[in-house]
């Protein structure tokens, strides 16, 4: 597994550091001592996690866009990085169909962009991960899980520049970095949960944002199954890549990081799970209207990441709903946020085994 003892005093360049899987990871990143340089659009959503987890002030935090490749290669050259850690992106379904061309620029060419930093300014650089998503598969929305060597053809924009954003980082690896001076891998990871999600048009979110009104769940589509993981599930995963690829360049990978089986729910049951951890009398209402396509079934086959690591999911998606739960009660009642964060990553970390 990880030993966050190996980024102290690591130089780590991480895109996407504004989001709400960039700010946990940048907390990890900051209490592991790192020399933590992020780079990413102001915080996407008010309030934020970013601005709440304390890590501001701990790190050199640069406002930028990935498509500005101008300053992005300044930024870059400044922080002279060790590590690679490419998050940036337009990470929703529905916002790609009505921003297109925004989601390839930004999923396809920041991925050009961050890896071409890495070609003329990486002279440092030792592990470079790029995070993607489950989507990236051609999904035929059978039983069975996805392997690293299915084809990649997403349906909708925002997964298929994803796809594309894999094929670039094959495309680079291959033609620039094949010597394997540079260890770089990608992450395909699944539906992520946990406290601090304000993004709109993501179930969690939905759901705190009714029950901290009083008010019944919305659910556009409870038949949905999805892979779903706490949040620092995969930012672990990836930086176990990250050390382990680091350390020996043969660990330059492919990688799924999903939950197991049994926590490949519907969306029904997911809400049924938080209403029963926020408890309250909370309930939700199946309202569905359509809308653009979006997969009913999708799922990864993890055996790679389990094989060459010997890498376990560790806690399980009620798990999962339960961290939420808490820290979303504890920041409706103004308690130490930052407190509950480290609090819930020490018990992730020392607590490894199934939960």
């Known amino acids: 597994m990880v030993d966050l ?24 990143l900051v209490q592991a001592d790192a020399e933590l340089t992020g780079y990413s659009l102001a915080p996407p959503t008010e309030p934020n996690l970013f601005l709440i987890c304390g890590v501001e002030g701990k790190m050199n935090s640069i406002i930028g ?3 500005n490749r101008e300053k992005l290669f300044e930024s870059f050259r400044q922080a002279n990085p060790e590590i690679v850690i490419h998050m940036a992106a337009q990470p929703l379904v529905r916002e790609s169909y009505k921003e297109p061309v925004y989601t390839y620029e930004t999923n396809v060419m920041g ?15 030792k592990s470079v991960l790029n995070v993607t998503t489950d989507k990236v ?33 094959h495309s680079y690896r291959n033609s620039f970095f094949a010597d394997g001076k540079i260890a770089i891998s990608t992450a395909r990871a699944g539906n992520v949960i946990g406290g601090g999600d304000f993004a709109m048009d ?36 990836y930086l176990m890549i990250v050390q382990k690829q680091y350390e020996n360049g043969k660990y330059a990978d492919y990688y ?8 490949c729910v519907t969306t029904g049951q997911l809400v049924d799970s938080f209403c029963n951890a926020w408890g309250d009398g909370q309930v939700w209402e199946n309202q569905f209207q359509g809308g653009p396509h979006e997969a009913n079934f999708l799922k990864l086959d993890c055996a790679k990441i389990k094989s060459m690591f010997q890498w376990l999911p560790s806690w399980s998606y009620e798990k999962a709903i339960e961290k939420t739960v808490d820290w979303t009660k504890a920041y409706l009642q103004k308690l130490d946020i930052c407190h509950v964060m480290d609090e819930q990553i020490l018990e ?7 939960v």
């Open 65 to 67: 866009d990935i498509c």
């Open 256 to 263: 799924n990081v999903g939950p197991d089986d049994c926590d």
């Open 137 to 169: 598969y051609l999904n035929h929305e059978w039983c069975w899980g996805y392997r690293e060597n299915d084809p990649l053809d997403g349906f909708d924009p925002y997964s298929n520049s994803k796809s594309c954003s894999e094929l670039v980082t």
């Open 5 to 28: 003892k190996f980024f102290k005093g690591k130089r780590v360049f991480l895109t996407g550091h504004t989001g709400f899987k960039g700010s946990w990871l940048s907390r990890i």
């Open 202 to 237: 993501r179930i969690v979110p939905d759901c705190v944002r009714a029950a901290s009104k009083e008010e019944k769940i919305i659910v556009r589509n409870p038949h949905s199954t999805r892979p779903y993981q706490h949040v620092l599930e995969p930012l672990f995963a």
């Open 111 to 125: 991925t050009v962009n961050i890896l071409e930093c890495v070609r003329l300014y990486g002279q440092q650089v």
């Open 348 to 354: 992730f970390v020392n607590g490894r085994g199934r």
